[in-house]
């Protein structure tokens, strides 16, 4: 298993045809089933959920299917779906918090945020600054398991997660960079395994706690957990799948369902999409001026990064979204989740499904694509 994130190249060209409905502060979101009900449908998938949200909360929001392929136990509102890498503009928050507070700064190296690694990490990692880390400029390889070493191996590190991400750490700051080395953009998980590795020494709390005392809690983000969604023997919470030519592959839900805790930072999150609307306003608002779990600039620094990648966020550029739009894709290859996030136009639009696989990268961009059409519709002059 591995965490993966994709570019999506999306052109909207069309525009949703239902009724029309002008989105007021605070009401009811309007319910978008019917548009992602036949996106569901069309590529066959066991659920999807999606959502319009603005600055002053949830727009729209639309959730159907059932949580386990085959079965007739329906998905709800607060059912919660898998992020995948999306979870990474969450540690880069974390450590946002940490910059405000005087504890980090951008321009804080490797060797100075972990001092005790300094003298076995490999040379090249140790001028690498924080800023660099969270844009994936620090030289890392884009192969998440150490050399020697799988993935699946990490589950058996053992001590608390916190633990395991503090020898993985050890382990992999030996390695050496790859051949371009620090300053080159390369995607990699371990850049924010690294990142959240930081924040635990810096603060002294465990990567899970301060996501839910800096993040989850403030925003009321109550669906939120780490790993696999539901209880094992379940049908609790959406299961995850896997695809093998038209066959659905239900996994069942357990510790060893997702990713191991070593690169949680990067990606290991679930909630419902409605409360993962409640983080993305948060950027919204700082993206708008207004107050929040951080001050606007700290927003605007995530935002801005590197070129076409900020700090948890690729940047690239849609006429719908007025110019300038930030998005990002993630995916523990059982799963699919993507954001677009339009801060000139004030909306972002979600996607989440609970199967990975081609099939749930195509539903994903034909949903925000349609949620795109269907808001910038519905705000006509």
């Not at 539903?363 to 059409?373: P, V």
Request: charged residues 15%; glycine residues 10%.
């Amino acid at each position: 298993m591995r965490v993966v994130v994709i570019i999506i190249s999306m052109v909207c060209t069309g525009a949703f045809s239902g009724a029309l409905m002008l989105f007021a502060k605070n009401a009811t979101p309007v319910d978008i089933g019917s548009i992602v009900g036949p996106i569901r449908e069309k590529y066959d998938l066991p659920a999807l959920a999606g959502a319009i949200v603005t600055s002053n909360g949830i727009a729209a929001q639309g959730v159907v299917g059932m949580r386990k392929y085959g079965t007739q136990t329906p998905v709800t509102s607060d059912d919660e779906f898998h992020l995948g890498s999306d979870t990474k503009a969450m540690t880069a928050t974390i450590i946002a918090m940490l910059v405000e507070k005087g504890k980090l700064s951008w321009s804080e190296t490797l060797s100075d945020a972990l001092p005790e690694l300094a003298t076995t990490m490999n040379l090249a990692y140790r001028s690498v600054r924080l800023d660099q880390l969270l844009a994936h400029r620090a030289g890392f390889t884009d192969a998440s398991s150490p050399i020697g070493e799988t993935l699946p191996d990490m589950h058996s590190l053992p001590g608390s997660p916190r633990d395991q991400r503090w020898q993985y750490a050890k382990m992999i700051l030996k390695e050496p960079p790859t051949q371009a080395g620090p300053g080159e953009f390369l995607y990699s998980n371990r850049s924010y395994a690294i990142a959240g590795v930081i924040a635990e020494r810096t603060a002294n709390i465990p990567w899970e706690q301060l996501m839910r005392s800096w993040i989850f809690e403030p925003l009321g983000m109550d669906t939120c957990g780490f790993g696999a969604m539901g209880t094992p023997g379940k049908i609790d919470q959406p299961w995850q799948h896997t695809v093998s030519g038209k066959v659905h592959i239900p996994i069942e839900p357990g510790p060893l369902s997702d990713n191991p805790a070593v690169i949680g930072p990067a990606a290991s999150v679930h909630c419902s999409v409605g409360d993962w609307a409640k983080f993305i306003q948060a950027h919204l608002r700082g993206e708008q001026g207004l107050p929040g779990i951080l001050k606007p600039e700290s927003f605007k620094t995530l935002h801005t990064g590197y070129g076409d990648y900020g700090f948890g966020w690729l940047i690239t550029q849609r006429p719908w979204g007025g110019g300038r739009v930030l998005t990002h894709a993630g995916s523990n290859t059982q799963n699919y989740a993507v954001v677009w996030m339009a801060p000139l136009r004030d909306f972002a639009v979600l996607a989440m499904i609970n199967q990975g696989g081609d099939e749930a990268f195509k539903a994903c961009d034909e949903t925000a694509s349609a949620l795109i059409n269907y808001h910038n519709v519905a705000h006509q002059p």
